[in-house]
């Protein structure tokens, strides 16, 4: 046997993964409509793959379609979305007046609404410093430059309900992060790293969510891997997840030595992971296991 898939094998046995050609299960066929404060909304959870990914899929699917009954209707209506419950606590931090002499969000931007199409674009390279950026750097941006405070940590409390409030400000909007130009070589950082097998598992992001999306991992249905619901209410963590802090528990998963949240390899990773879903809505804040 051919000594990468004995290490395959050997992997998917230590994680409980049902291997493709076993126990799968396709995602599930039905519409994400959203009852909000001001109507219902329908959002577009799947897609034809873009062109850089037609090779592994045709289709491309929110990881919502993967979740059981119960987590897909949590997210159906702004009421019973946990997570709403951290959009409303930002919401008050954007109002107040929290910066060295006083200054608030507010205070420059208007409401959050002046956010809106930012989350569908992120991350990007920033036009003037060349930088690759995703939002928390633009929270901190703020955070520190016009406010004067120390940076808020990339997973802290404060960094994911501020993410989770500025994202609902482009939910229904499509997910469009530009890959070429400037962005092409951290785009292809990202790739890399996406491919990379890491730790003792010797697994890559692509072995359970090209390879192996739509087996089961334990009781848990994989899926994509797509951040389009992201940040995310997590049941698992009674609490907000953000992209970045995902990618830390999934190459730990691995048994491995992870990259630090917000470090130069796990932007590329997001810029990368973001382009896969390219054609799916922004879920603003997503319902997951």
Known sequence: MHSRTTRNLAAAAALGLALAGSAGANPVDETLEVTTDDGTITLTTTAPAPDHLKDAFDTIYSGWHYRDTETRNMERDDFDNPGMVFVDIAREKWDAAIGKNGESCAGCHDGPESMAGLRAVTP???????????????????????????????????????????????????????????????????????????????????????????????????????????????????????????????????????????????????????????GLAIEGVGVRH
């Open 124 to 278: 990007r390279v920033d036009a003037t410093t060349g930088k690759l950026m995703i939002m928390e750097d633009y929270i901190n941006t703020c955070v520190t430059e016009r406010m004067g405070l120390e940076a808020w940590g990339t997973t802290s409390k404060d960094m994911k309900n501020m993410l989770a409030l500025i994202a609902l400000q482009s939910r229904g909007e499509i997910v469009n992060v530009a890959i070429d130009g400037p962005a092409a070589e951290y785009w292809a950082k990202g790739k890399e790293i996406y491919y990379t097998r890491y730790g003792q598992l010797e697994m890559s992001c692509a072995s359970c969510h090209q390879d192996n999306a739509g087996n089961y991992i334990r009781a848990d249905h994989l899926s994509q891997g797509q951040i389009s619901g992201f940040p995310v209410y997590r049941l698992k963590d009674a609490g907000l997840v953000s992209a970045q802090q995902r990618f830390v528990g999934c190459v730990r998963d691995t048994r491995a030595e992870t990259f630090k949240a917000g470090s130069d390899e796990f932007k590329a990773l997001e810029l990368y992971v973001a382009s896969r879903g390219n």
